[in-house]
């Protein structure tokens, strides 16, 4: 293709960008520095973890930020079979459950990295570089949609083994707005719905915990010290904020009743302490970076880069829906992380990676 003009990044995004992470890491040292000093010996170990990552990601964005996104087209395949790689290396001994019921991680160099998260850029880059290629019919279901779909559907039977169910649906649904923008028939999506209904139900229902999740969901506090404890803490943590919060650095629920305050719960702590004001700051700036996200895609000089920074886009947008609908009890416990916000070394890492390719699309759109 010919090379468009390049231009300066687009700063409404950086601004976002930086103002979520400096909230995040304010908030993850306000929600973590009691508990880390009693069971780390340290107050600042949290901080100290997500400041590094954070750091490493902020290079990494700056680097891909540079590189002309239309290169990475070539290099979408070997991305997706590295993907496959860490996910089947989770399940040898290098693979870590950090004390959990779940492995997920894998433990590099005094490191752990989830490669879960690793697949949602992998899978972002390889359909936008498939679905745009001059080859694929997309009126034809077979030709186009189905080898993604295919994919992604292994790639979500490795995650959701580990097990990780919440983190595999955020992926395949990013997956599937990439399908649909790049012009996939609604009656195909619809069939595929069907198709994929019972097996998803199936999942779910197998599994006794997520049976009680619902059902926590449904009604928490038919069980308030078991099922329905993580929604019930989470909504005693937002109903004192009122409108300015009880101050920052100030909150009860973190202290060892609030689950995971740090992490999957951090939008809590914030609503808890920094009250409507400051839950509102965040979904504020979300709204600004996805309005650029999109507005980037729109303009995008070619169908690729469309493509690629609407699934960006769209994979941070559905995480950070689903980690505030859980908060807020909207619907059951996931275990999804707010980007950029919680603590989390693999997901604030790829999240920085896929906004400095996003921001090197900016370079390029058409203004």
Known sequence: MKKPQRRDPDFALILAILLLLSMGLIMVFSASYVIAGESRGDPYYFLRRQALWVGLG???????????????????LFVLLANFVL?????????????????????????????????????????????????????????????????????????????????????????????????????????LVLLALPPLLAII???EYRIRRLMAFLDPWADPSGTGYQIIQSLLALGPGH????????????????????NDFIFAVIGEELGFVGAAAVLLLFFVLIWRGLKIAMA????????????????????????????????????????????????????????????????????
């Open 58 to 76: 902020l290079a990494g964005m700056f680097i891909l930020s540079r590189f002309p996104y239309w290169r990475y087209r070539r290099l979408s």
């Open 243 to 262: 409108l300015f919060g009880v101050g920052l650095g100030r909150s009860r629920q973190k202290l060892y009743y609030l689950p995971e305050p740090q």
């Open 205 to 207: 229902f197998k599994a």
């Open 300 to 367: 995008a000089p070619d169908t690729f880069g469309s493509l690629l920074a609407a699934g960006i886009t769209a994979m941070i947008a559905i995480q950070a829906l689903t980690n505030i609908a859980v908060v807020t009890g909207s619907i059951p416990v996931t275990g999804i992380t707010l980007p950029l916000i919680s603590a989390g070394g693999s997901s604030v890492f790829i999240t920085l990676c896929s906004l400095g390719v996003l921001l090197n699309i900016s370079r390029y759109a058409q203004k």
């Open 87 to 191: 996910l089947t290396l989770v399940f040898t001994p290098l693979g870590t459950d950090l004390g959990t019921d779940a492995r997920r991680w894998l433990s590099i160099g005094g490191l752990t990295v989830q490669p879960a998260e690793f697949s949602k850029l992998a899978f972002i880059l390889f359909t936008a570089a498939y679905l745009s290629s001059r080859s694929v019919r997309l009126e034809n279901f077979w030709s186009s949609s189905f080898i993604p779909l295919v994919l992604v559907g292994i790639n979500f039977i490795f995650v959701a083994a580990q097990p990780d169910v919440g983190t595999a649906l955020v992926l395949v649904a990013g997956t599937m707005v990439i399908i649909l923008l790049a012009g996939m028939p609604i009656k195909h999506l619809a069939a």
